[in-house]
T-cell receptor, first 112, second 117 residues
Framework: QKEVEQDPGPLSVPEGAIVSLNCTYS??????FMWYRQYSRKGPELLMY????GNKEDGRFTAQVDKSSKYISLFIRDSQPSDSATYLC????????????FGTGTQLKVEL | DTEVTQTPKHLVMGMTNKKSLKCEQH?????MYWYKQKAKKPPELMFV???????INESVPSRFSPECPNSSLLNLHLHALQPEDSALYLC????????????????FGAGTRLSVL
């Protein structure tokens, strides 16, 4: 079993839809959770980061962490064609260095 | 400014060539990373430098040789690569490597797309 599981998609939604992207993980030591967006043939761009459980909102993006269920989510409201990209979740444990463990990425396409 | 600059953007090399990838950041970060990313896969960590010293080598073949000449620069020297080494090579940096996790957020460059013929 992988430490981080993420549905690879592809996920196709109409413009304006609410998108829900999810990751589950098995390592209870993970405390820091990130979402990166990666456009085709480009490097990952940090979208959101959260520490421990809770919600964080930034514009159209909301990140949720439920440590009791080992489940994290990224919600995109009013999705736009420019949101079409691969979304990678990543997480790290406190102490011992900052090695990120990535999910496999979910490919999202927002259609007009 | 959260910019990590990588050059070149694209590189084609033969299996007998020697080439180098370059990464630069001016955010005062003291941890720098090399990742390899194959198509439709997540980035795989190769090396970590912390305060200009090699901190992690993820059992990378010796045909990849990293170098950190100063706190702003990171190089990856390539020699005698194989076609399976063709990939997107990503550089990242963070404020520090070990310690408070809040200071460890990694910022990535746009990558160098490498093709080995």
């Amino acid at each position: 079993q992988k430490e981080v599981e993420q549905d690879p998609g592809p996920l196709s939604v109409p413009e304006g839809a609410i998108v829900s992207l999810n990751c589950t993980y098995s390592n209870s030591a993970f405390q820091y959770f990130m979402w990166y967006r990666q456009y085709s043939r480009k490097g990952p761009e940090l979208l959101m980061y959260t520490y421990s459980s809770g919600n964080k909102e930034d514009g159209r993006f909301t990140a949720q962490v439920d440590k009791s269920s080992k489940y994290i989510s990224l919600f995109i409201r009013d999705s736009q064609p420019s949101d079409s990209a691969t979304y990678l979740c990543a997480m790290s444990a406190s102490g011992g260095g900052n090695k990120l463990t990535f999910g496999t990425g979910t490919q999202l396409k927002v259609e007009l | 400014d959260t910019e990590v600059t990588q050059t070149p953007k694209h590189l084609v090399m033969g299996m007998t060539n020697k080439k180098s990838l370059k990464c630069e950041q001016h955010m005062g970060h003291r941890a720098m990373y090399w990742y390899k990313q194959k198509a439709k896969k997540p980035p795989e960590l190769m090396f970590v430098y912390s305060y200009e010293k090699l901190s992690i080598n993820e059992s990378v073949p010796s045909r990849f040789s990293p170098e950190c000449p100063n706190s702003s620069l990171l190089n990856l020297h390539l020699h005698a690569l194989q076609p399976e080494d063709s990939a997107l090579y990503l550089c990242a940096s963070s404020l520090i490597f070990r310690g408070e996790v809040a200071k460890n957020i990694q910022y990535f460059g746009a990558g160098t797309r490498l093709s080995v013929l």
